[in-house]
C-alpha cells in the first residue's frame, strides 16, 4: 500500500506538471479536512507523509489538561496515562488514526477535497507561467471556435483569440497551427491567457526571432505601423555603421524576412532606415513612392511632401494605405501634394478659390487646367460648364457659386 501510494504520488505529479510537495500537501490537506468531518471541527489533526516510504500516518492531537471542557481536543491527565503513564499536564499525545476508521463517506471527502486541491494548484501553476510571457510569442491548435472567437490549445492550458485580435484576412479551421502573441493574463474562475495575430507587436517579435542583430541589439526597431492583413511598416536603426539594418531584416535573398512573410500569409512588408530627421524619415516612410520636397511644420509636427505627378496614386496607396501607415510611422501628419498641385497652391488667386469655395485640390485642379483659375472667372462661367468640369451636382454648384459671389462683394 505504501508502495503504492508514492506511484501514485509521483504519477500525479509528472501527469499535472507539479511538484510532489503540491501533490503530498493536497493529499494530506484532504485526510485532515475528513478527519474532522468525523471528529469534529475543532479536533486538532496531524498528518504525516514519508517520502521515502510513501508511508502515511495521520494523528488526533489532544492536550493534557486536569479537567477536560472541549473533548474534542482535550485529554484528562487520568486517561491519558492509561495511553502513555509518563505524560504530564500541558503535553499534547497523538492518538493515531486508522484510515479505514474515517470510513466510505469519508474517503469520497478525501477523494474529491483532493482533486478541488490538484485543479487549483494546477490553475496556479498556469497562470504564474503565462504571467511572465506576456509579450511573448506563443504557439497552439485551433482547438474549438466559440462564435467568431477562437480557443487555442497551448497544452495544459488555453489561449483566447479574439476576433478583433485575428488577422481579417484569414481563415481558420480546427486543428490548425498557429503562433499568437499573449496580449494579456488575469485571473478569474480560470487563467485567462489572451492573445493576438493583429497586434503590430507581434510583427516585431516575429523580426527578433529572425533576426539575430535584432536579438543582439546591434539593430533596433524604432516604430512600426500596421494594418493586419495588408501591409506593415516597420523602421529600423543601426548601432554599428557597417551593419545594413534593412539588409540584416531582409536577410540574403530575402531569407529572413520570406518566414516572416509566410506566418502572415501574404501580408506585405516595408522594412524602412529611421532618421531622426523627419524630412530625411519621411523620404524611407513613404516608400516605394519617390519624394521631391518636403515642408517641415516642427510646430504643428505636420509634414507637406511632394512627390512626382506619376508617384502621387503610389505616395497614397490604396484607400490612403501607403500615407496613413507613413504617419503612424512617424507619429506626423503627412499631407501628399503632386508636383502640379504644389506649383498651384504657389499662387495667391488659386489659394483664394480653394479656401472660398471649399472645393478639393483635385476639384479645384480641374477648373484651373479649365482657365478658371480665380473667383471672378468663376462667377462668371456658366453653371452647366462648372457641373461638366467638376462632376458636382448642380446644388453644388450653386452653393460654390454663391460662396464666391459672397466673397467678391465683400
Not at 4 to 29: D, F, P, R, Y
Not at 276 to 298: G, H
Not at 370 to 388: F, H, R, Y
Request: charged letters at 35%; aromatic letters at 4%.
Amino acid at each position: 500500500m505504501q508502495s503504492e501510494l508514492k506511484k501514485v504520488v509521483e504519477a500525479l505529479s509528472k501527469e499535472k506538471g507539479l511538484s510532489k510537495e503540491i501533490v503530498i500537501e493536497a493529499l494530506l490537506e484532504g485526510l485532515k479536512t475528513a478527519a474532522k468531518k468525523k471528529y469534529g471541527n475543532k479536533a486538532v489533526i496531524e498528518a504525516k507523509y514519508d517520502e521515502d516510504t510513501g508511508a502515511l500516518e495521520l494523528y488526533r492531537l489532544k492536550e493534557v489538561v486536569q479537567e477536560v471542557t472541549e473533548p474534542e481536543r482535550e485529554i484528562s491527565l487520568e486517561e491519558a496515562r492509561r495511553l502513555s503513564p509518563d505524560v504530564k499536564i500541558g503535553d499534547v499525545i497523538g492518538e493515531k488514526i486508522e484510515l479505514q476508521d474515517l470510513g466510505r463517506i469519508a474517503a469520497q471527502i478525501v477523494k474529491q477535497l483532493f482533486s478541488q486541491k490538484l485543479r487549483l494548484a494546477e490553475k496556479q501553476l498556469i497562470y504564474d507561467e503565462y504571467k511572465h510571457k506576456l509579450g511573448e510569442i506563443v504557439s497552439g491548435y485551433v482547438h474549438r471556435f466559440n462564435k467568431k472567437d477562437i480557443i487555442l490549445s497551448l497544452g495544459r492550458a488555453e489561449a483566447l483569440l479574439p476576433e478583433e485580435e485575428q488577422i481579417p484576412t484569414e481563415r481558420y479551421h480546427r486543428g490548425d497551427r498557429i503562433k499568437a502573441l499573449i496580449i494579456e493574463v488575469y485571473r478569474q474562475k480560470e487563467p485567462q491567457i489572451v492573445v493576438s495575430r493583429s497586434h503590430p507587436a507581434f510583427v516585431k517579435k516575429l523580426f527578433e526571432r529572425e533576426v539575430p542583430e535584432i536579438q543582439e541589439g546591434i539593430v533596433k526597431i524604432m516604430s512600426i505601423a500596421r494594418e493586419p492583413g495588408s501591409r506593415t511598416k516597420i523602421a529600423v536603426h543601426s548601432t554599428n555603421p557597417d551593419i545594413d539594418p534593412v539588409g540584416a531584416c531582409v536577410g540574403v535573398r530575402g531569407s529572413r524576412i520570406s518566414v516572416i512573410l509566410q506566418e502572415l500569409k501574404g501580408e506585405k512588408i516595408d522594412v524602412v532606415p529611421w532618421d531622426p530627421d523627419p524630412a530625411k524619415f519621411v523620404y524611407n516612410a513613404l516608400s516605394p513612392a519617390e519624394c521631391s520636397k518636403v515642408i517641415v511644420d516642427e510646430e504643428n509636427k505636420t509634414l507637406e511632401v511632394v512627390v512626382p505627378d506619376d508617384q502621387l496614386s503610389l505616395a497614397i496607396g490604396r484607400k490612403g494605405e501607403n500615407v496613413r501607415l507613413a504617419s503612424k510611422l512617424l507619429g506626423w501628419r503627412i499631407d501628399i501634394l503632386s508636383e502640379t498641385q504644389y506649383l498651384r497652391r504657389q499662387e495667391p488667386e488659386f489659394l483664394k478659390l480653394l479656401k472660398v469655395t471649399g472645393l478639393s485640390d483635385e476639384v479645384a485642379g480641374f477648373l484651373y487646367e479649365a482657365g478658371i483659375k480665380d473667383l471672378e472667372t468663376l462667377v462668371n462661367t456658366p453653371p452647366e460648364k462648372i457641373a461638366e468640369l467638376t462632376r458636382l451636382e448642380p446644388e453644388k454648384v450653386e452653393e460654390i457659386l454663391q460662396k464666391a459671389r459672397e466673397a467678391l462683394s465683400a
